[in-house]
């Protein structure tokens, strides 16, 4: 990207909230890229709805920009680019939905209990969001961010994504899209990018060799596509 242009990256988290998640994708975007890191709080019980509005009361004002939702914020990148002004250039969905992509939790989520992320559950929930691939620094993010977040504020959390469908919202955003899927994502089915495709009117799709933290593991290629992709919605 030029060093005249000021398109802004504003990154939504996953379901962990803290945005600390991201250290590795910046650290591979270009330097003349400015990015901003939405956070959620860790400790407080917050709808789809809420999170969006505290969302987006953190996007620069009068400048051009491009959400980017991962996992759990694809809904809230929707819901804001759905009503957004001229500013917002473009849309990243990565390994995430508009609607429910696992409807069975619907009736099984009460065997869901609310629980603290102890070490074997870290363990379990490592190997989910990663599906076999090796990396001690995002094994050791996920160990030092999981833990901050409330058992009741992760199982709320889940409790929106069970209630989600902003197929709707999705159908009103004018600006293009980017979807980025891991092709080893165990976590969001290929299902919950097909429903995007469809919905809205301006998609890319790329798939990536990566699992459901696709921005973890392999940043660098998703920095390239962000990059690419960012250029493109600019001139859009």
């Given at each position: 990207?030029?060093?005249?242009?000021?398109?802004?990256?504003?990154?939504?988290?996953?379901?962990?909230?803290?945005?600390?998640?991201?250290?590795?994708?910046?650290?591979?975007?270009?330097?003349?890229?400015?990015?901003?890191?939405?956070?959620?709080?860790?400790?407080?019980?917050?709808?789809?709805?809420?999170?969006?509005?505290?969302?987006?009361?953190?996007?620069?004002?009068?400048?051009?920009?491009?959400?980017?939702?991962?996992?759990?914020?694809?809904?809230?990148?929707?819901?804001?680019?759905?009503?957004?002004?001229?500013?917002?250039?473009?849309?990243?969905?990565?390994?995430?939905?508009?609607?429910?992509?696992?409807?069975?939790?619907?009736?099984?989520?009460?065997?869901?209990?609310?629980?603290?992320?102890?070490?074997?559950?870290?363990?379990?929930?490592?190997?989910?969001?990663?599906?076999?691939?090796?990396?001690?620094?995002?094994?050791?993010?996920?160990?030092?961010?999981?833990?901050?977040?409330?058992?009741?504020?992760?199982?709320?959390?889940?409790?929106?994504?069970?209630?989600?469908?902003?197929?709707?919202?999705?159908?009103?955003?004018?600006?293009?899209?980017?979807y980025l899927r891991g092709k080893q994502d165990h976590l969001v089915p290929s299902s919950a990018s097909k429903a995007i495709v469809k919905h809205a009117k301006n998609v890319s799709l790329v798939e990536l060799d990566a699992p459901h933290l696709l921005l973890?593991?392999?940043?660098?290629?998703?920095?390239?596509?962000?990059?690419?992709?960012?250029?493109?919605?600019?001139?859009?």
């Open positions: 990207m030029s060093n005249e242009t000021t398109l802004t990256l504003v990154l939504l988290p996953g379901m962990d909230g803290t945005g600390e998640l991201f250290a590795n994708l910046i650290a591979e975007l270009p330097t003349n890229l400015k990015a901003v890191v939405v956070r959620y709080p860790t400790a407080t019980v917050l709808n789809y709805e809420e999170l969006a509005a505290l969302a987006e009361l953190q996007i620069p004002q009068n400048t051009p920009y491009v959400l980017l939702g991962e996992s759990f914020s694809g809904p809230i990148a929707i819901a804001l680019a759905a009503t957004a002004n001229e500013h917002l250039k473009g849309v990243i969905l990565s390994c995430t939905f508009a609607v429910n992509p696992r409807p069975i939790l619907s009736t099984w989520s009460f065997l869901v209990p609310s629980m603290k992320v102890t070490d074997k559950l870290l363990h379990v929930l490592s190997k989910l969001l990663m599906s076999g691939f090796k990396n001690e620094n995002v094994h050791a993010l996920l160990k030092a961010t999981l833990p901050k977040i409330s058992p009741e504020t992760m199982r709320a959390r889940l409790d929106a994504v069970i209630g989600v469908n902003y197929l709707t919202e999705l159908s009103k955003i004018n600006v293009p899209i980017l973890q593991i392999a940043a660098k290629k998703a920095a390239s596509e962000i990059s690419s992709f960012m250029q493109i919605a600019l001139k859009s």
